[in-house]
Nanobody, 121 residues
Framework: QVQLVESGGGLVQPGGSLRLSCAAS????????MGWYRQVPGKQRELVAI???????NYADSVKGRFTISRDNAKNTVYLQMKSLKPEDTAVYYC???????????????WGQGNQVTVSS
């Protein structure tokens, strides 16, 4: 069994910073692409940033230059450093990972539990 556990959300003022973390645990053989998505009520979940196992990254245009995704492969953890936060960044943030389990080596899609980020004065 594999699970992703997120931490680090909360309330921050506009212009502030937050760092989200997401740790994968369980019967993991290898972790491929990891990423962060966000969703606001009434809208579809959207991609924020992804990072491959080799460290290549891709960002949504709305967060380029403000957010940084990184990963620690030794800890099976992905991070999202968010700076210069805006009210429109308010959403529930979900981490995502493509993981091969030790039993079958089949690549499956896993999601974290979601973490509220609220940007407000």
């Amino acid at each position: 069994q594999v699970q992703l556990v997120e931490s680090g959300g909360g309330l921050v003022q506009p212009g502030g910073s937050l760092r989200l973390s997401c740790a994968a645990s369980g019967s993991i053989f290898s972790i491929h692409t990891m990423g962060w998505y966000r969703q606001v009520p009434g809208k579809q979940r959207e991609l924020v940033a992804i990072i491959t196992s080799g460290g290549s990254t891709n960002y949504a245009d709305s967060v380029k230059g403000r957010f940084t995704i990184s990963r620690d492969n030794a800890k099976n953890t992905v991070y999202l450093q968010m700076k210069s936060l805006k009210p429109e960044d308010t959403a529930v943030y979900y981490c995502n990972a493509l993981i091969s389990g030790t039993a079958t080596r089949v690549v499956r899609d896993y999601w974290g539990q979601g973490n509220q980020v609220t940007v407000s004065s």
